[in-house]
């Protein structure tokens, strides 16, 4: 079946424009998740959907991050004002629910010049 | 103290050889244990899971588990050069996975 889908792959934007970044979970699954990524660093956990809800925002690094997920499907993460410390991969994944295995995106690749 | 610690690497094995990755985990209450294998420029693919202490086999993949001892281990059995990656061992608690830095291994021809 389709997995987990990102969109778009690679985004190049001024510091200080707005970007969305898109996840398509793979069908039937609750629960979703974005990380991020940085050049020669972890994974690093920024928030947890489970259905629309996000019950667990805690590793959103400012509050120019946000993150929706509509219709228990469909994710968006947004990131206002970006800065140059927001260049990073931005990977997300989806499992059953969350006492299940993760399964990964492609990741998109942000650059912000 | 990092929540999951992997051994630093890299690891380099000739082709054929057994590849044996380690992870040690702080958390006690962690509950499900992963291992993700990533490739240069890609995201992490799920390899192997395991939840109950023992050793579990996939392939020619092993993983094992030794929660008194904080423990989860990776052997890749016959090593092959496709087997060069970043491994990742990851831990869960609830929802929650936490990520070691990873292990990069090179299978040499």
């Known amino acids: 079946g389709a997995g987990v889908s990102q969109s778009p792959s690679n985004k190049v934007t001024e510091k200080g424009k707005d970007v969305e970044l898109r996840c398509d979970p793979i069908?039937?699954?609750?629960?979703l998740y974005w990380y991020r990524q940085s050049l020669g660093q972890g994974l690093e956990f920024l928030i947890y959907?489970?259905?629309?809800?996000?019950?667990?925002k805690s590793g959103l690094p400012s509050d120019r991050f946000s993150a929706e997920r509509t219709g228990g499907s469909v994710s968006t993460l947004t990131i206002q004002r970006t800065q140059q410390e927001d260049s990073a991969v931005y990977l997300c994944a989806s499992s059953l629910d969350s006492l299940y295995e993760q399964y990964f995106g492609p990741g998109t690749r942000l650059t912000v010049t | 103290q990092k929540e999951v610690e992997q051994n630093s690497g890299p690891l380099s094995v000739p082709e054929g050889a057994i590849a044996s990755l380690n992870c040690t985990y702080s958390?006690?209450?962690?509950?499900?244990f992963f291992w993700y294998r990533q490739y240069s420029g890609k995201s992490p693919e799920l390899i192997m899971f395991?939840?109950?202490?023992g050793d579990k086999e996939d392939g020619r993949f092993t993983a094992q588990l030794n929660k008194a001892s904080q423990y989860v281990s990776l052997l890749i059995r016959d090593s092959q050069p496709s087997d060069s990656a970043t491994y990742l061992c990851a831990v869960r608690r609830d929802y929650k996975l936490s990520f070691g830095a990873g292990t990069t291994v090179t299978v040499r021809a």
């Open positions: 958390d006690r209450g962690s509950q499900s």
């Open positions: 959907f489970q259905g629309n809800s996000a019950p667990d």
């Open positions: 069908s039937g699954h609750t629960a």
């Open positions: 395991i939840y109950s202490n």
